[in-house]
């Protein structure tokens, strides 16, 4: 039986809302949380966020706000307005920019939960020397998560790798959603530092995002129900 977990979250990499109709539609039940990227949200704006919401279903808005905290406040309080149930930012815009976006969104119903972004994966070593930060990448990573949760932030977005450390230094109610996830033996596209649900959800992240291996699956609410008996498996462990 196909139990839905809202733990999981399919990312909508999509330009135009007429392929969001179909595959949300042939997910159905399955797939209750979803999360809208630049590209979507730049091509159909709040018509994408307001379609999820009628539909039942949570909205991860993944804009990754960095900007002055004026302007970031305000722009999280417009994209709590839109209904979106879970918001990011950059953790690198400092304190006073997260704690301005904790203030601007605390009176929305639902109030969405923020969350930051610490270091982007996608830099490796080489160009993190180019960008001469004192520190190793995944110290920079734990230090960020624990700046976030002192501004008031519910958690971050970090790769598999780095959840273990997160998870201990936020504690256990900290948000840890982990993109980069990859069922076993499915094509590991132009992610580099994978996990599969269950190794993900070991380590400790809290939701899943999921993508091409469920979008671009030739049965996509298959895919996404192997996730979902992946993911209820190791909750029992
Ligand atoms: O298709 P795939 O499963 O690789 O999609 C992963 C999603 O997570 C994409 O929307 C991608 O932009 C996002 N993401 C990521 N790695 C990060 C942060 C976000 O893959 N470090």
């Not at 119903?109 to 930051?116: D, E, T």
């Not at 992240?205 to 979008?215: D, I, K, N, Q």
Request: glycine share 10%; hydrophobic share 50%; with cysteine.
């Amino acid at each position: 039986m196909l139990v839905s977990d809202n733990r999981l979250i399919v990312a909508l990499d999509f330009d135009d809302m007429d392929k969001v109709r179909k595959l949300v539609a042939e997910l159905g039940d399955a797939v209750g949380h979803y999360k809208v990227g630049m590209e979507l949200f730049y091509a159909a704006g709040g018509e994408a966020i307001r379609f999820l919401r009628a539909a039942g279903k949570e909205v991860f808005l993944d804009l990754k706000l960095h900007d002055i905290p004026n302007t970031v406040g305000r722009s999280a309080g417009v994209l709590a307005a839109l209904g979106a149930t879970m918001i990011n930012v950059h953790a690198g815009g400092g304190t006073a920019m997260m704690r301005a976006a904790v203030a601007a969104t605390a009176g929305s119903r639902p109030r969405p939960k923020l969350i930051a972004v610490t270091v982007l994966t996608s830099l490796d070593e080489a160009e993190w020397a180019r960008l001469n930060y004192a520190v190793p990448i995944a110290d920079q990573a734990v230090n960020l998560a624990k700046l976030a949760g002192e501004a008031g932030l519910d958690g971050v977005v970090a790769s598999p790798r780095e959840a273990a450390a997160i998870r201990q230094a936020c504690g256990p109610e900290f948000l840890i959603v982990t993109p980069g996830v990859r069922p076993a033996g499915s094509a590991v596209n132009d992610q580099s530092r994978v996990a599969t649900p269950a190794g993900a959800l070991k380590a400790g992240a809290s939701h899943l995002v999921v993508g091409r291996p469920v979008t671009a699956a030739p049965d996509p609410r298959a895919a996404a129900a192997a996730i979902l008996q992946e993911m209820r498996e190791t909750r029992h462990d």
